[in-house]
């Protein structure tokens, strides 16, 4: 009876095992073919070229507050209205009858001071003659000497006082001491003006070649001069580009010519100043511009998405790195030099040709954690060619 008890259920037995060592091969089979499905980003060395994007003002090069320098009514204004003037061009002529006057009477004055210099010497010239004689005495004698000496000082002072009256008299003319642009004049004819007047009768602006005023702040501005963890080939010649408020680019580039050493205590900002060819005059003084400076380029750069780094607890930045084995690499104090349009520039903890891994992250945290990992990219590693981070690095500015 047992025997016959023992032959019923061994069939049900081994087809419980079986189903058994089926179901774990299942499982095992399962598992190894369900490794988490990420997509890369496959590190190819590229040429990145340091450009930053700054706010500009445009300042003319030089200026010229044009204010009169003797009193007296405005006879003609002897320029158009916006317009273009010379060095040395009148611009305005002031009343000079008093100033021609007074130096009328300078020139008398010293055409006097020269005869009663020559009588003096004459007299001093016959002294001398006489006291060889003892017919003066000497005290005679040195008062004629004296006398002589008196004269010619009081040439001096007219002489000098004559080239103070020819000096008022040339100011009563204005002259433009610039080159450049004039506007609009504030006085006409018939108004009385004042020397040394707070308000300029015009001004003159040279507007070729022309500044534009950019500013930085300074901690940026010491990244990009010092930065020990980026090495840069700097930019020759010409490495500024304009482009006005309606995205527009200016044709020409220009160049710094100067950055300030100096941080504004408000602002803490510095100052740079470019300078541009305006020969066609289409940049103007005040205008609000964008210019783009070029500081260099990376000679192989690494660039990585920015969805493909993140920061921990400790404020690191971090990346999960798909090795050639499908194990996940957990790298963390990822140093980042600056931005572009979604990319990092990484100056160290990511090498050229490494695949960093961008979507799937959520799945990989047990690899944070020390647990080793495998992950299946999905699709063909994406990279970044050179033409199109020349394409990202151009528009950047719009």
């Given at each position: 009876?047992?025997?016959?008890?023992?032959?019923?259920?061994?069939p049900?037995?081994?087809t419980?095992?079986l189903?058994?060592?089926?179901?774990?091969?299942?499982?095992?089979?399962?598992?190894a073919?369900?490794l988490?499905?990420?997509t890369?980003?496959?590190?190819?060395p590229?040429?990145?070229?340091?450009k930053?994007?700054l706010p500009?003002?445009?300042?003319?090069?030089?200026?010229a507050?044009?204010?009169?320098?003797?009193?007296?009514?405005?006879l003609?204004?002897?320029?158009e209205?916006?317009?273009n003037?010379k060095a040395?061009?009148?611009?305005?002529?002031?009343?000079?009858?008093?100033?021609?006057?007074?130096?009328?009477s300078?020139?008398a004055?010293v055409?006097?001071?020269?005869?009663?210099?020559n009588?003096a010497?004459?007299?001093?010239?016959r002294?001398?003659?006489?006291?060889n004689?003892?017919?003066?005495?000497?005290?005679e004698?040195?008062?004629a000497?004296?006398d002589?000496?008196q004269?010619e000082?009081?040439v001096?002072v007219?002489?000098?006082?004559?080239?103070?009256?020819?000096?008022?008299?040339d100011?009563?003319?204005?002259y433009?001491?610039?080159?450049?642009?004039i506007?609009?004049?504030?006085?006409?004819?018939?108004?009385?003006?004042?020397a040394?007047?707070?308000?300029p009768?015009?001004?003159?602006?040279q507007?070729d070649?022309i500044?534009v005023?950019?500013?930085e702040?300074?901690?940026?501005?010491?990244?990009?001069?010092?930065d020990?963890?980026?090495i840069y080939?700097?930019a020759q010649?010409?490495?500024v580009?304009?482009?006005?408020n309606?995205?527009?680019k200016?044709a020409?580039?220009?160049?710094?010519?100067f950055?300030?050493?100096?941080?504004?205590?408000?602002?803490g900002t510095?100052?740079?100043r470019s300078?541009f060819s305006?020969?066609?005059?289409?940049?103007?003084p005040?205008?609000?511009?964008k210019?783009?400076?070029?500081?260099g380029?990376?000679?192989?750069?690494?660039?990585?998405?920015?969805?493909?780094?993140?920061?921990?607890?400790?404020g690191q930045?971090?990346?999960?790195?798909?090795?050639?084995?499908?194990?996940?690499?957990y790298?963390?104090?990822?140093?980042i030099?600056?931005?572009?349009?979604?990319?990092?520039?990484?100056?160290?903890?990511?090498?050229?040709?490494e695949?960093?891994?961008?979507?799937?992250?959520?799945?990989?945290n047990?690899?944070?954690?020390g647990?080793?990992?495998?992950?299946?990219?999905?699709?063909?590693?994406?990279?970044?060619s050179?033409?199109?981070?020349?394409?990202?690095i151009?528009?950047s500015?719009?």
């Amino acid at each position: 009876m047992r025997f016959n008890k023992l032959l019923l259920t061994l069939p049900v037995a081994l087809t419980s095992l079986l189903l058994l060592a089926s179901c774990d091969n299942n499982q095992s089979q399962d598992g190894a073919g369900q490794l988490p499905k990420v997509t890369v980003f496959k590190v190819e060395p590229l040429n990145y070229t340091l450009k930053i994007n700054l706010p500009g003002r445009v300042v003319a090069s030089q200026i010229a507050e044009i204010r009169p320098q003797v009193s007296g009514i405005v006879l003609n204004r002897e320029f158009e209205e916006s317009s273009n003037v010379k060095a040395g061009q009148s611009l305005y002529q002031i009343d000079p009858a008093i100033y021609q006057a007074n130096y009328d009477s300078a020139v008398a004055s010293v055409a006097s001071a020269k005869a009663n210099a020559n009588i003096a010497q004459l007299t001093l010239k016959r002294y001398a003659g006489l006291l060889n004689t003892k017919s003066i005495s000497q005290q005679e004698y040195d008062k004629a000497a004296a006398d002589a000496k008196q004269a010619e000082a009081s040439v001096l002072v007219a002489q000098a006082a004559e080239h103070a009256a020819k000096v008022n008299l040339d100011y009563t003319k204005v002259y433009s001491p610039i080159d450049g642009y004039i506007g609009k004049s504030s006085v006409t004819e018939g108004a009385l003006v004042s020397a040394g007047q707070p308000a300029p009768l015009a001004l003159v602006q040279q507007l070729d070649p022309i500044y534009v005023d950019m500013t930085e702040a300074a901690t940026r501005y010491n990244k990009y001069l010092q930065d020990e963890n980026i090495i840069y080939e700097p930019a020759q010649g010409d490495n500024v580009e304009l482009f006005f408020n309606d995205g527009s680019k200016y044709a020409l580039p220009g160049n710094i010519k100067f950055s300030d050493m100096t941080v504004n205590e408000t602002t803490g900002t510095v100052t740079l100043r470019s300078q541009f060819s305006n020969a066609e005059g289409k940049i103007l003084p005040g205008m609000f511009v964008k210019p783009q400076l070029t500081l260099g380029t990376i000679k192989n750069a690494v660039l990585v998405p920015q969805q493909g780094i993140t920061s921990n607890q400790k404020g690191q930045y971090t990346a999960k790195i798909l090795k050639p084995d499908n194990t996940v690499e957990y790298r963390q104090d990822i140093k980042i030099y600056t931005g572009i349009s979604g990319y990092w520039v990484v100056t160290s903890g990511i090498d050229v040709g490494e695949q960093v891994i961008t979507t799937g992250l959520l799945n990989l945290n047990a690899v944070e954690r020390g647990q080793p990992m495998k992950a299946q990219a999905v699709d063909k590693p994406a990279t970044l060619s050179q033409e199109q981070l020349d394409n990202i690095i151009k528009s950047s500015v719009k």
